[in-house]
């Protein structure tokens, strides 16, 4: 093959296939609390949801290495990233997490994606006028 | 794919209360919600039997569930907490007003009296205590056969951290005998923020020892089928229903006024009754 046929074939195109295999998952997460008034920073939200790892799954579990990418402190909205291994254990955590500080409060898993853009929007927010 | 269900939201005296938690319910997505009013009998004296609140009196506007603007559907459940046999009394009027019908078998012999003959539709698994008995493949088995589901609660796993044991360990064991097959999971929820989303309850599911698919089902496609299950229990193997009709002709003139307690619509037993004619 001569250098002049290469340069007549178009682009390469490079196919890429994940086959399940992306290696994070982003969480997009809103924490509703009974005294609404509650302020929470973000320090205080990634330790809390270690606690209720821990609480679960013990000091294995806290080992788990999740990120906390944003966090709104006005709406109490964080997005999470985490190793799509341990997707399971820390929803599982976020979802039997009951009380704040001995106050009522529920984690509301908004949206859960392998791709932060689609965390971009959420189809079921959307207003068709 | 079939709707989401949430089959036990307890019934509190609190309108305001009751009313926050299904309209939590329905933001949250689930379709259809069952209120749950619970019966346990005692040995010393009789009560009566919860007669179930009317749904418009309890909820004036039902809530649209999210992304389907379509109102909530709300349901009756009754539960019989059963320490003994003559608890669960089969053909009772009061039963028929309620749409679904559970028992909570403390016994391992109630336990096998309720998968194998008693005309309910879910088996409620206790979640707050250490199994009182072992589950055995046989009862199991006649229960999945009959389309009988058994119910595993999470909100006491919310609220407490040995309740939360006692769920999981119960869970496990039910899911290693039935294999994940008809098992509804449910909130039993009595405030708006013990309910999860039914998403989050699948992941839970998985934790609970079920499949994926099962765990999806858990809280749709099986639960869809406790409804159905329901209504057939109200008519004659589900082919005749008989409904009173609300004018008053003349051919019920004979029909005492009480009619709802006495010889209400009995579909069972007309079946019985039909090789006689």
């Known amino acids: 093959m001569s250098p002049a046929d290469k340069k007549d074939k178009p682009a390469d195109y490079q196919r890429v ?6 290696p994070y998952h982003y969480m997009k997460v809103c924490l509703v609390l009974e005294d609404e008034s509650t302020r929470l920073s973000a320090v205080d939200l ?3 949801i270690i606690s209720g790892l821990k609480s679960l799954y013990g000091e294995v579990g806290a080992a788990l290495t999740f990120d906390l990418l944003k966090y709104d402190e006005d709406t109490l909205t964080a997005f999470l990233r985490v190793n799509s291994r341990g997707l399971v254990k820390l929803w599982s ?3 039997l997490l009951g009380s704040y500080q001995n106050q009522a409060c529920a984690f509301r898993v908004l949206q859960v994606s392998p791709f932060l853009l689609a965390l971009t929007g959420n189809s079921r927010e959307l207003q068709l006028d | 794919m079939s709707v989401f269900m949430d089959l036990n939201l307890s019934f509190t005296a609190d309108k305001k209360l009751l009313q926050s938690v299904v309209e939590t319910a329905a933001h949250l997505g689930f379709s259809t ?3 749950n009013y619970v019966f346990e009998p005692t040995a010393k004296k009789k009560q009566d039997i919860p007669s179930p609140t009317p749904i418009n009196e309890l909820i004036d506007q039902l809530p649209v569930v999210q992304g389907r603007s379509r109102p909530i559907r709300v349901l009756n459940r009754l539960t019989i907490v059963m320490s003994d046999s003559s608890h669960f009394r089969p053909n009772a009027a009061e039963y028929r007003c309620f749409d679904l019908l559970a028992v909570q078998p403390t016994t391992d012999k109630l336990f096998h009296a309720a998968c194998m003959t008693y005309d309910v539709d879910i088996i409620c698994i ?3 205590e250490k199994l009182p008995f072992f589950f055995k493949r046989a009862p199991v088995n006649g229960a999945v ?6 119910e595993v609660s999470y909100s006491a796993a919310i609220r407490d951290s040995t309740m939360r044991r006692y769920t999981i360990a119960n869970a496990v064991s039910l899911m290693d005998t039935c294999k994940g097959k008809n098992v509804i999971l449910s909130s039993a929820a009595e405030k708006p923020l013990e309910l999860r989303g039914p998403y989050d309850i699948t992941n839970l599911g998985l934790l609970f020892g079920l499949s994926d698919g099962d765990a999806k089902e858990a809280v749709s496609s099986t639960c869809r089928s406790v409804v ?3 209504e057939t229990r109200r008519t004659a193997s589900g082919i005749i229903s008989t409904m009173r009709s609300c004018s008053e002709s003349s051919c019920q003139q004979e029909a005492p006024p009480a009619a709802a307690d006495s ?3 009995a579909a069972k037993r007309a079946k019985h009754q039909l090789p006689d004619d």
């Open chain 1, 17 to 22: 296939v994940l086959k399940n295999a992306s």
């Open chain 1, 93 to 95: 955590s976020l979802t």
């Open chain 1, 46 to 48: 990634k330790q809390f």
């Open chain 2, 263 to 265: 010889e209400a619509p």
């Open chain 2, 33 to 35: 919600v069952a209120i």
């Open chain 2, 145 to 150: 056969d009959r389309g009988v589901v058994f």
């Open chain 2, 228 to 230: 159905l299950h329901a």
């Open chain 2, 126 to 128: 206790s979640v707050t």
